[in-house]
């Protein structure tokens, strides 16, 4: 199923720590979420770089979205996901610039799901890359 998800009329679109990082969903399905952000000072490390949190929390966040979207769709209407592991690695520095975060899932079960989310600059450069693994919470 790839049916798009309307980002504007959603529940979860970025508000809370999403909103305040700037990230932004443009293109969410069951089997992929895009989104995007521009790197200000209020995202930088003391030496001018981004926080590795930074990407952390969006890896998270995208992988987090993936995931809750795929479980409604296709197991139930009522679950939700929690993160249970995220790791990350950061391949190259960046100190300006608009960032496109993009999912995959890698496993998508019962219980559990593994997402892969990529983080690249404006010229597709490969900045972040890491694998969120979720519970299912399927029941009350």
């Known amino acids: ?7 504007n009329n959603s529940d979860w679109t ?3 720590f999403d909103a305040e990082i700037g990230l932004q969903y443009v293109d ?3 089997d992929a979420v895009r989104a995007e952000f521009t790197v200000t000072d209020k995202l930088l490390q003391p030496f001018g770089i981004v926080h590795g949190g930074v990407y952390c929390s969006v890896i998270e966040s995208v992988a987090s979205i993936s995931g809750q979207v795929w479980l409604v769709s ?4 009522d679950g939700h996901v929690v993160g249970v592991n995220n790791s990350t ?9 608009h960032m496109t975060a993009q999912s995959k899932p890698i496993h998508r079960g019962r219980r559990q799901q593994l997402w892969e989310v990529d983080v690249a600059d404006e010229n597709g450069k490969l900045i972040a890359q890491g694998r969120v693994r979720l519970q299912n919470i399927t029941e009350g």
């Not at 296709?74 to 209407?77: A, D, M, R, W």
């Not at 690695?89 to 610039?97: I, K, M």
């Open 28 to 30: 969410v399905t069951p």
């Open 14 to 16: 970025a508000r809370g």
């Open 74 to 77: 296709n197991v139930t209407p």
């Open 1 to 7: 199923m790839t049916e798009k998800i309307d980002v």
């Open 89 to 97: 690695d950061f391949l190259r520095a960046v100190t300006t610039g």
